[in-house]
Structures are given as structure tokens and as C-alpha cells.
């Protein structure tokens, strides 16, 4: 079994308990039986921590869309990842395994599905990076100048076409997700109130 597929087998079985986890927690936090979680005020404060992490979790495509010479920090690519995880996972609590209205089950939808991109995403980026890592020593070892060698690993990373058919159905999806989550709160706040 190669690295990879051991890491995907590990971000699969870490995303199914988190998501099971979280159901967990938001039934155990709906102590009133005709009135889930998040209908709460602490469910609505978990629901606008939770989108306020996925907006963070916008800053790194951001800075790399207004910036796309520049060479970010593995850093903000970690936070992307990070906060692009934990934002739904408190989603999850605040919406629990209610399915009563047609726009915020939609919203969650559009939310797995961007999740699950993200993680095929990320397995993309890790293996195009583990080629270029295995393109640069062979290169070395050829005795190719750094310079030459620096230049094919460019060529390589620009040409790489799985991570720009990702980026063509991840993008989309998140728009989508975010028109329908705007939709969930504005319609919330109407019905609703705070």
C-alpha cells in the first residue's frame, strides 16, 4: 500500500469521526426535544464562529488570486487547511442532523462537497509536490546546474493540469456553497431574528 493511499485512508477515517463527532455533540447539546441546537443563540454564536472560520479559511485563495507571483508560507496554506475543516465541523454542531428546510440542507451539502474537494485537493498538491521533490534529486543526481534544474521544476509546476481541473470544480463549489449559505442566514435573520 503506497503513502498516499495509507494518507487518504487516514484523512477519510479522521473526517468520518470528526463529522460523527460533531452530530454527537450537537444531539447531546439539544437538551429540548422541540428545539435543536442550533436554534439556540449558543447554536446560533457556534453557526457564525463556524462561517467565520471558513471565511478565513478564504485568505490563502485570496492572497494567492491578488498575488499570484508571490510565494506564500506554508503557513497560510496550514490555516487554509485548518480553518477550512474546523469552520464546517462547528457547521455540523450548529446544524445537527436536522433536515427541515430546503436552502440550509443544500448549504451543508455544497459544504461537504467542498470539504471533500479540499481533501482531494490537498492529495493532489501533496503528490505533485512529492514528483517535483523526486524531479529535483534525480535532476541533482544527473548533475544538472541548479539553475537548469530550478527552471524544469517550474515548467513541471506550471504545466501540472490535475491541480487546474481541481481548481475549476473546487472554485465553483465554493461559490455555490457560499450563495447558499448567504441565503440560509439572510432567510434566518428574516424568519428569525437574532
Known amino acids: 500500500m503506497t503513502s498516499l493511499s495509507q494518507r487518504a485512508k487516514l484523512i477519510v477515517g479522521l473526517t468520518i469521526a470528526a463529522v460523527m463527532i460533531a452530530l454527537g455533540l450537537e444531539i447531546l447539546l439539544s437538551v429540548n426535544p422541540y428545539r435543536a441546537f442550533g436554534h439556540t443563540q449558543t447554536g446560533h454564536i457556534v453557526g457564525w464562529i463556524g462561517f467565520g472560520m471558513i471565511l478565513l479559511a478564504c485568505g490563502y485563495p485570496l492572497k494567492r488570486w491578488l498575488y499570484p507571483n508571490h510565494v506564500w508560507s506554508k503557513t497560510w496554506f496550514q490555516i487554509h487547511q485548518v480553518t477550512g475543516i474546523g469552520g464546517p465541523l462547528l457547521i455540523f454542531v450548529h446544524s445537527g442532523a436536522h433536515f427541515h428546510a430546503l436552502v440550509p440542507v443544500l448549504a451543508l451539502i455544497m459544504m461537504v462537497l467542498v470539504v471533500l474537494s479540499g481533501i482531494a485537493g490537498q492529495a493532489l498538491h501533496h503528490l505533485a509536490s512529492q ?10 543526481r ?34 455555490t456553497f457560499f450563495a447558499l449559505a448567504l441565503l440560509h442566514i439572510v432567510g434566518a435573520l428574516y424568519l428569525g431574528g437574532l
Open 131 to 140: 514528483t517535483l521533490y523526486e524531479q529535483r534529486h534525480e535532476l541533482a
Open 142 to 175: 544527473q548533475g544538472v546546474s541548479k539553475d537548469i534544474i530550478e527552471a524544469k521544476l517550474y515548467e513541471l509546476a506550471r504545466d501540472e493540469k490535475a491541480l487546474r481541473w481541481w481548481r475549476c470544480i473546487h472554485v465553483p463549489l465554493t461559490w
